[in-house]
C-alpha cells in the first residue's frame, strides 16, 4: 500500500510556513457549490444541514436540527440565517459573511402543532421575501434538512419549484481541494495518537467504558475540534459489530477494536479501525482471519485510482453469503468503502464500494476524491477483527492518510 506524505506542520498557526489556510479553503468550497448549482440550473439553495452549512459558508453553530439555515446563491452572497445567541455573537466574529437574519424555529415541533404551523408561515415569509427581492421566486431552489411543515409553508408562499438539496451537496463535496485535504490528514494523524494511547492501556480488567474516555481526552490533547470516545467491541461481541459501551470488563485473551469514526479537525471527520488483542499473540485462526481482511482490503485499495470504478473495487468484497447471510443490505456498512470528509454524521461523501450497489450501478473514481475502506472477519460469538484505512486518490492511484500500524493484530500491552 502507498502511503500519503505526512504533514511538516501540526494544528498551529504560523507566519513563516504555508499551513491549512481556512480563508483559502471557504473560498473554494464556495466557488465548487456555486459552480455545481449553475451546471444543474440551479440558482439557490436553501440548506439547514450543519456540515453542509459549514461546506458553504464556514459556519459551525448550534446542531439542533432545522434551529439555523442558510440561504446560499450561485450568483449572490449568501444569507445566514442563525441561532438565538449565535445571530447576537458571530457577525463580526465571521466578517466574511455579509447578511445576517434571525433564524425561525419551531423546535422539529415541540411546541405544538398550531404553533408550529404559524412558525413555519413566518419562515416561509422570510425566505420568499428574499427569493423575491432577487428574482428568484419562481426559480429552482434545491432544499435540504427541513421537515414537512417547511416544504408545505414554502409552497403555499409560492416557492414551488422545490428540488432535493442532498445531490448537489454530494457533487460539491466529492472534491476535495489541497485545504480539505490536509484537514482529512490531520485528523488522521490525531486518531494514530489516540490508538497509540489505547494500546498503552489495554489490559485486564479496564472496561471498555474507560476507552471511550482516554480515546476522547488524548483526541482533545492532541488537538481535535470534536473528539470521538470511539465504539469500543471487545471478546464476544467483536462479531459482527454491533452494541459498544456496555461496560464490558476486558479479560486476558480478547480481542478489541475500536471505530474512531467522527473526531474532527475544521470539520473534517476521521473513520478509522484498528485491532489490538490483550496480553496473548493471536492464535493461528486469529491470523487468518485477520490476513483475509487485510488481503481484500488491499486489493480494493489497489483498484481506486482515476478511470476506474467502484465496480473494480467492489469485486474483491467476498458476498455475504460468505458468512451465511442472505442479502448483501446484511453487511451494510461493514465490507464497504465510502467517501469522508466534513462532519461524520451528515453520512457518506460519493463514491461508494460494495458489492449491494457498485457491481450493478458503478461509480468512476476521480482524483481529489478521499474515501476509507473497511471490512471484517470473526464467528459469531467467538471473536472477531476489523481494519480501515482513510485515503486520498492521487493521479497514481490511492494514498493511505493514517499511519498507525495495519500489517497484523497489535498485542497489547507492550
Known amino acids: 500500500m502507498k502511503m500519503a506524505p505526512k504533514l511538516t506542520f501540526g494544528p498551529a498557526t504560523a507566519d513563516w510556513q504555508e499551513r491549512i489556510n481556512p480563508e483559502r479553503m471557504r473560498q473554494q468550497r464556495v466557488a465548487r457549490a456555486q459552480k455545481v448549482l449553475k451546471k444543474n440550473g440551479i440558482p439557490a439553495m436553501l440548506e439547514a444541514g450543519s456540515a453542509n452549512i459549514r461546506y458553504l459558508t464556514g459556519l459551525r453553530g448550534f446542531d439542533y436540527p432545522m434551529c439555523r439555515f442558510v440561504l446560499f446563491f450561485a450568483d449572490h452572497d449568501p444569507i445566514m440565517f442563525e441561532h438565538d445567541g449565535w445571530y447576537h455573537q458571530m457577525p463580526d466574529q465571521c466578517p466574511w459573511i455579509k447578511e445576517w437574519r434571525p433564524a425561525r424555529s419551531w423546535l422539529t415541533g415541540a411546541p405544538g402543532m398550531d404553533a408550529s404551523q404559524d412558525e413555519a408561515r413566518q419562515f416561509a415569509a422570510d425566505i420568499a421575501r428574499e427569493l423575491k427581492a432577487k428574482g428568484l421566486l419562481n426559480e429552482k431552489l434545491a432544499f435540504g434538512g427541513f421537515d414537512g411543515l417547511a416544504r408545505e409553508a414554502l409552497a403555499a408562499e409560492g416557492v414551488k419549484n422545490i428540488v432535493d438539496s442532498r445531490p448537489t451537496m454530494l457533487e460539491a463535496r466529492r472534491i476535495k481541494n489541497p485545504d480539505e485535504i490536509n484537514c482529512l490528514k490531520m485528523v488522521a494523524s490525531i486518531v494514530d495518537g489516540v490508538w497509540f494511547k489505547v494500546w498503552e492501556n489495554l489490559r485486564p480488567g479496564i472496561k471498555d467504558s474507560d476507552l471511550t474516555v482516554i480515546a476522547s481526552s488524548t483526541g482533545y490533547e492532541y488537538g481535535a475540534e470534536f473528539a470521538t470516545p470511539g465504539g469500543w467491541r ?82 474483491h468484497f467476498p458476498p455475504a453469503s460468505t458468512w451465511g447471510y442472505k442479502e448483501e443490505v446484511e453487511v451494510l456498512a461493514s465490507e464497504i468503502g465510502h467517501g469522508i470528509g466534513l462532519g461524520g454524521g451528515m453520512g457518506y461523501d460519493h463514491p461508494i464500494i460494495n458489492r449491494q450497489w457498485s457491481l450493478k450501478f458503478p461509480q468512476v473514481f476521480e482524483e481529489g476524491m478521499t474515501i476509507a475502506v473497511e471490512c471484517r472477519e470473526g464467528i459469531h460469538r467467538e471473536g472477531g477483527v476489523r481494519l480501515e484505512d482513510m485515503m486520498v486518490v492521487t493521479k497514481d492511484g490511492a494514498e493511505i492518510f493514517d499511519h498507525f500500524p495495519r500489517e497484523e493484530i497489535t498485542v497489547a500491552p507492550r
Open 234 to 315: 471487545t471478546g464476544p461481541s467483536t462479531f459482527d459489530r454491533g452494541f459498544h459501551g456496555g461496560s464490558r470488563i476486558l479479560q486476558f485473551g480478547d480481542l478489541v477494536y475500536g471505530s474512531l469514526c467522527g473526531s474532527t479537525y475544521l470539520g473534517y471527520a476521521s473513520c478509522s479501525y484498528r485491532t489490538f488483542i490483550v496480553g496473548r499473540q493471536p492464535t493461528d485462526r486469529e491470523k487468518d482471519w485477520y490476513k483475509r481482511m487485510k488481503d481484500r482490503i488491499d486489493a480494493c485499495i489497489s483498484e481506486i485510482k482515476p478511470g476506474k470504478t467502484t465496480a473494480d473495487a467492489a469485486k
